[in-house]
């Protein structure tokens, strides 16, 4: 996995083709600090995740977890702390984080795609949660993420049938975004980051926060963050950079943080 970052963007690149981008306690390990280090540098405004190869993620290492034997159990707890701990920070830091998706996505590979903020999916692109074929139950927070996504039935279907979805039919679901030709997912993804980290930033994470939150919230609840949060954006900068730009009809000149 390489982290860098560029123009105020965050890009991470699985690397591990040859493993088909399945997850490992390195994998794990590896996407907690680089949550961390997105969570904590100022100068980061929006991340991207994509992947070399044919397959963005085939779940979990299942050959790696084979040699493990008795001492699994006690292994995939310790891998699955650094990736729901990546997982829990990736959904609450203001910042967009967008993923991009050529070939399968299973298992915790699914899992992973459901905690994006937002996935691009190139036409080759597969969706199957694959967990009970191994006689395993899902993990990677898709037991949160899935059914809020496409709905509690789709996801009963999809968990107990192994049903594997296109990439249009994932679109379809609500599962993905956007599908684009394979060779664009890459500039699609790299596009829409660059335009949230060139706006503004600040409150294009609160309304993040805002939506996710909201969810969660009574009526009441939601109505009051909302209020807040306007408030608070009306006295930034960029909120009053963005109104005054709006009926000036202007481009507006945001700070972002």
Same mark, same amino acid.
């Given at each position: 996995?390489?982290?860098?970052?560029?123009? !105020?963007?965050?890009?991470?690149?699985?690397?591990?083709? /040859?493993?088909?981008?399945?997850? $490992? *306690?390195?994998?794990?390990? @590896?996407?907690?600090?680089?949550?961390?280090?997105?969570?904590?540098? @100022?100068?980061?405004?929006?991340?991207?995740?994509?992947?070399?190869?044919?397959?963005?993620?085939?779940?979990?290492?299942?050959?790696?977890?084979?040699?493990?034997?008795?001492?699994?159990?006690? *292994?995939?707890?310790?891998?699955? $702390?650094?990736?729901?701990?990546?997982?829990?920070?990736?959904?609450?830091?203001?910042?967009?984080?967008?993923?991009?998706?050529?070939?399968?996505?299973?298992?915790?590979?699914?899992?992973?795609?459901?905690?994006?903020?937002?996935?691009?999916?190139?036409?080759?692109?597969?969706?199957?949660?694959?967990?009970?074929?191994?006689?395993?139950?899902?993990?990677?927070?898709?037991?949160?993420?899935?059914?809020?996504?496409?709905?509690?039935?789709?996801?009963?279907?999809?968990?107990?049938? $192994?049903?594997?979805?296109?990439?249009?039919?994932?679109?379809?679901?609500?599962?993905?975004?956007?599908?684009?030709?394979? @060779? /664009?997912?890459?500039?699609?993804?790299?596009?829409?980051?660059? !335009?949230?980290?060139?706006?503004?930033?600040?409150?294009?994470?609160?309304?993040?926060?805002?939506?996710?939150?909201?969810?969660?919230?009574?009526? /009441?609840?939601?109505?009051?963050?909302?209020?807040?949060?306007?408030?608070?954006?009306?006295?930034?900068? @960029?909120?009053? /950079?963005?109104? $005054?730009?709006?009926?000036?009809?202007?481009?507006?000149?945001?700070?972002?943080?």
């Amino acid at each position: 996995m390489t982290y860098e970052v560029t123009d !105020g963007v965050a890009h991470i690149r699985l690397t591990r083709p /040859e493993g088909a981008n399945a997850m $490992n *306690a390195d994998f794990s390990r @590896d996407l907690r600090e680089v949550m961390i280090a997105i969570e904590h540098d @100022d100068d980061v405004r929006s991340a991207s995740f994509t992947a070399e190869g044919k397959v963005f993620c085939a779940g979990g290492d299942l050959k790696y977890f084979d040699t493990l034997g008795d001492g699994l159990p006690a *292994a995939a707890s310790g891998l699955l $702390n650094d990736y729901h701990a990546a997982t829990y920070r990736m959904n609450r830091i203001p910042k967009p984080v967008v993923a991009g998706v050529r070939g399968a996505a299973g298992g915790a590979g699914l899992s992973f795609v459901c905690a994006f903020d937002l996935v691009v999916a190139g036409e080759s692109a597969k969706f199957t949660m694959g967990y009970t074929k191994a006689a395993m139950t899902p993990d990677g927070t898709s037991t949160y993420f899935l059914a809020r996504h496409i709905g509690l039935r789709r996801a009963m279907e999809l968990t107990l049938t $192994n049903r594997v979805l296109t990439a249009a039919e994932a679109r379809d679901w609500g599962l993905v975004n956007i599908v684009v030709p394979d @060779d /664009e997912v890459d500039e699609t993804v790299s596009a829409l980051v660059t !335009g949230f980290a060139k706006g503004p930033a600040a409150t294009l994470g609160a309304a993040k926060r805002l939506i996710y939150e909201g969810y969660e919230s009574s009526l /009441e609840e939601a109505g009051e963050r909302e209020a807040h949060m306007i408030a608070k954006m009306m006295r930034s900068h @960029d909120g009053r /950079e963005g109104i $005054n730009a709006f009926a000036t009809r202007r481009e507006p000149q945001y700070r972002g943080f």
